[in-house]
């Protein structure tokens, strides 16, 4: 018998052969259609590119919900698909009446989108990510889609009359935003069959003041809920069974039902390419925070004493870490679980949580008697406090204390102390950082004291003290003619930057930022931009991160310059609202806090006009996220927050873990699962998970009539799942370690790579072709010819190797013996006395061993058996350990009918096959001359393929 090479086979694209029992038989290997051909969107193994690729392919193809993959998704999903509309192919991406949400983050998960997709049970808005906008788009751009953005919407109040208003934008939209309250140039839109060119605003547009317009702006007048509104003339109504909303009989720009559509033209031999043997290289998520905020523990609530005339007084302006705890500085009044005030602590002005947990650590509790504006971790692991204050613990600390991290208490060896001699002024400290020995503190003072200094030094408007007992150096004076309102100390050590209300530095002019060098205070020179042109302002914040000065503060600007001749390398400007209030950085990310809720203008440099040459808008709530080495906005940070009174931002900190906590008058987040949840005065927002499970390890792909089944080893690294490529897409996805595919053709490729549930995906494994099996071929079937030899000398050495002679014996049909009904050869001899040992051989053939998986011979024993396989013993029953000749006994004596009723099975080692002749042999002795029965039979199958 024959076992085929069945790699080879495999490779035919036609029926294909691999030889079977005896070599009588065929075994044909099936083709199937390619699956991939014409993708219908019907299955994920046919998912289409676009919803216009299932359009082409099937014009037939009616509204409803299809698979669509690219490469950019990374596995394909199912989405609904407008099939009816011109032409059809448009995908939807959102729907819902009032309260649309503007992040990138989306409101809901691709499943709630598209069902319901429309009713008053659709009402309440569901949008697809950001990130899943553009894997639909497969890079696309924006404004570059020839039919634009379609937005359906209900033009009655019963929901029977409908409209279709598209629009294409002329200005830079590379990538989606669902911030359409803004600049965004309008190229042209259509509404009611009439293209007209335009050269307003997504804000609003349109050709009249009712329900020909779209209107997108965000004020009281429109309850502030966002939404797709008509003109001003519109009116809707409060009911929930309305197609359009407006909270009052007289609320202009109504709110309609609507639902948003793209019309990407994607194909399947546009966005795919084969993938190469080695697989795909490993995909990971962007470093940044999550725009999920971990779920609230504690808060903080209250306003306190801090002067109410200052912007900035809310209830969190400051953190700083010590060890595993996070300070809370601010001008807040109690700590609390809830807005209600559950477990409520009266504690004022600064708390302390723990890092990983964010449980109260109610054993610090100092004393202050105003507000917090600065914290800095010292390096032996004391905290100094920097703000209004004049008491701490009720004693005298003008602005400045150094604090025991641990119990609260203040630090009696630190006696740095600060005085303000202006008129009418008192201490203030809104900027502190610690550098080489240094304790940097900045703020509204004049002059210093303490350690071992027991004069007054000049030192106006920033100072430095030594960490060790708060002498301040008398050399070191700015000498600024303005406060300053953040400190930040090069990790180099050569520089301080300040920026604040200050113009110039002794007599260097510095335009509300200063670099000095720390060796004498002196001046950089350093051209700084301010955006406004109807004022200076101030800066409000400042952090070297890198080769980057990051500068933000009035007019809504945020702007880096290069470390080494301070040129201006990047510029971001916020059209409404937005002066940037705090930068923090965990080193490859740049966040900037500021009290701005709609647009971020990327490469704007002035306002309030923001011109014309910005490169894009993106949405900003509160705090927004850059790169550091580029300078280019992260839009994948676009949290959903509540804000007391509009303030934002104040205070931004990357804690050890990576995880961001954003401090102002925050009061609502939103967490995982687009859950509302109050946040008392802060939100923690975790790192973003970048680590990739590991590859998944000894994938095999076998086929089996029109199926292939691939299996794998799990990866390690968390995965939530895996994805199954085919050739140059993934084609299914499972939480398992098999799956279970159509054959779409017998030369197709399978890779095998993880998925984590941030999604990130591992490298895939390297290509696998489908082999057969796993399939059972029959090597040697009952009733099969052997060799045989019965006699009382037996054959002569080497007997059982490939090598013997065995020309000489006698062939017959199983069974062979006697004393047994239905034996194929009866077994006689004329020597005296009866032999007690028969002998048989046979040759099989196997043209692969690396395609057989295991082998197993079944036999009997009457009396007793040996069998080898290439001259190896594989089994033995009823007979002593150790060489047997032809005189030797079996060691039982069994009937035949017993011996056919209790076969012998020997798992043989696939070790001991080799490609090309194998020789089976074997050896049956009796229990005793007189024996009434001696038989031999033997059945071989091997399993082809991975079992």
């Known amino acids: 018998m024959k076992i085929m090479n069945m790699k080879m086979t495999l490779r035919r694209s036609s029926a294909a052969i691999a030889a079977a029992v005896l070599g009588l038989s065929i075994l044909t290997v099936p083709t199937a259609k390619a699956d991939t051909d014409k993708p219908d969107g019907l299955t994920q193994a046919t998912a289409a590119a676009s919803c216009w690729e299932v359009k082409q392919n099937n014009p037939a193809a009616q509204d409803g919900v299809y698979w669509i993959g690219t490469p950019k998704l990374g596995a394909p999903a199912q989405f609904y698909c407008d099939q009816t509309t011109d032409g059809g192919g448009w995908v939807l991406i959102g729907r819902g009446r009032e309260g649309w949400s503007e992040s990138n983050m989306g409101k809901g998960t691709a499943a709630q989108v598209r069902d319901p997709m429309t009713g008053p049970s659709a009402f309440a808005p569901k949008q697809l990510s950001s990130q899943t906008i553009e894997g639909l788009l497969n890079g696309t751009s924006v404004n570059s889609l020839p039919d634009g953005i379609r937005l359906h919407r209900a033009t009655n109040t019963a929901g029977t009359s409908w409209q279709d208003f598209s629009f294409t934008l002329s200005s830079p939209r590379d990538t989606w935003t669902w911030e359409f309250y803004n600049q965004q140039r309008v190229k042209d839109y259509t509404v009611g069959g009439t293209t007209r060119s335009s050269s307003s605003y997504t804000s ?287 990790s180099h050590g050569d520089r301080v930057y300040l920026s604040g209300y200050f113009s110039q530095s002794k007599t260097t002019h510095t335009m509300r930022a200063a670099a000095l060098n720390t060796t004498d205070a002196s001046a950089f020179t350093w051209d700084v931009h301010l955006s406004s042109t109807v004022s200076v302002g101030y800066q409000e914040a400042i952090k070297e991160v890198g080769d980057r000065i990051w500068v933000g503060g009035a007019e809504h600007s945020l702007f880096s310059y290069d470390r080494t001749d301070f040129s201006l390398l990047s510029t971001t400007v916020g059209q409404r609202g937005g002066d940037f209030q705090t930068i923090a950085s965990d080193g490859t990310t740049v966040f900037g806090g500021c009290h701005c809720f709609d647009a971020e203008y990327s490469g704007a440099s002035t306002w309030p006009s923001i011109g014309t040459s910005w490169t894009s808008a993106e949405r900003i709530y509160a705090a927004g996220a850059w790169s550091a080495e580029t300078g280019q906005i992260k839009p994948d940070f676009s949290p959903e927050l509540n804000t007391r009174a509009g303030a934002g931002a104040w205070a931004l900190f990357v804690d050890s873990t990576g995880t961001l906590w954003e401090g102002g008058d925050i009061s609502y987040s939103t967490k995982d699962g687009y ?256 024996t009434p029965s001696h038989s031999f039979e033997l059945s071989a199958s091997a399993t082809l393929g991975s079992a």
């Open 204 to 490: 609003n547009f349109g050709d009249d003041n009712n329900l020909q317009r779209v209107t997108t702006t965000t004020t009281a007048s429109q309850g502030w809920e966002y939404g797709f509104g008509f003109g001003s003339n519109a009116r809707g109504n409060s009911d929930a069974s309305s197609y359009i909303w407006g909270s009052n009989a007289s609320m202009i720009n109504p709110r309609p039902f609507t639902q948003v559509y793209l019309r990407p033209k994607l194909t399947s031999a546009d966005v795919f390419s084969t993938i190469p043997d080695s697989g795909t290289a490993a995909v990971t998520n962007t470093p940044n925070v999550s725009s999920f905020a971990l779920p609230t523990t504690w808060g903080v609530a209250g306003l306190g004493a801090g002067p109410s005339s200052i912007e900035g007084s809310n209830e969190v302006s400051a953190f700083a870490e010590v060890g595993n705890v996070i300070y809370v500085g601010g001008n807040f009044t109690s700590v609390q679980k809830s807005k209600a005030g559950a477990s409520k602590v009266n504690q004022s002005y600064l708390a302390a949580f723990d890092r990983d947990t964010g449980e109260l650590i109610t054993s610090f509790a100092p004393t202050f008697d105003n507000q917090i504006k600065a914290l800095v971790a010292m390096p032996d692991g004391r905290l100094a406090v920097g703000g209004y204050f004049s008491q701490v613990d009720g004693q005298p600390r003008a602005g400045l204390a150094v604090l025991n991290a641990t119990t609260g208490e203040l630090d009696p060896s630190f006696s740095g102390s600060l005085f303000n001699y202006l008129s009418g002024q008192t201490v203030v400290v809104r900027g502190l950082d610690v550098q080489d020995g240094w304790l940097y503190v900045g703020g509204a003072f004049t002059h210093s004291t303490g350690g071992t200094y027991t004069q007054q030094a000049y030192t106006r408007g920033a100072a430095r003290f030594k960490v060790s007992d708060g002498t301040p150096d008398p050399g070191w004076n700015p000498e600024l003619n303005g406060t300053v309102l953040a400190v930040d100390a090069s």
């Open 675 to 930: 859950l509302r949840q109050w946040s008392g005065g802060f939100a923690r927002f975790p790192a973003v998970d970048t680590t990739p499970p590991s590859t998944p390890t000894d994938v095999t792909a076998v086929s089996s009539g029109a199926d292939v089944t691939l299996s794998w080893k799990a990866s390690s690294g968390s995965p939530s799942g895996y994805e199954v490529l085919r050739d140059d897409r993934v084609v299914a996805t499972t939480d398992g370690t098999s799956a279970k595919l159509d054959l779409s053709s017998a030369t197709s490729k399978y890779f095998v790579r993880a998925v984590d549930a941030a999604g990130n995906r591992s490298a895939s494994s390297a290509a696998v072709t489908a082999h057969q099996g796993p399939s059972t071929q029959d090597l040697i079937s009952n009733g099969s010819t052997w060799k045989y030899l019965y006699n009382g000398q037996g054959p002569g050495p080497g007997w059982t190797t490939q090598s013997y002679d065995d020309s000489s014996w006698t062939s017959g049909t199983a069974p062979v013996g006697w004393g047994q009904s239905n034996l194929g050869t009866t077994l006689s001899s004329s020597e005296t006395p009866k032999p007690i040992t028969s002998f048989y051989r046979k040759t099989v053939d196997v043209a692969s061993v690396a395609l057989v998986s295991s082998m197993t011979i079944t036999t009997r024993a009457d009396d007793g058996v040996i069998v080898y396989v290439n001259g190896e013993e594989v089994g033995r029953k009823n007979m002593t350990a150790g060489t047997s000749g032809a005189n030797d006994f079996a060691n039982a004596a069994v009937n035949a009918s017993s011996a056919i009723a209790n076969p012998v099975v020997i798992n043989v080692p696939v070790s001991d096959l080799q490609d090309g002749n194998n020789v089976i042999a074997v050896e049956v002795h009796s229990n005793y001359r007189a």
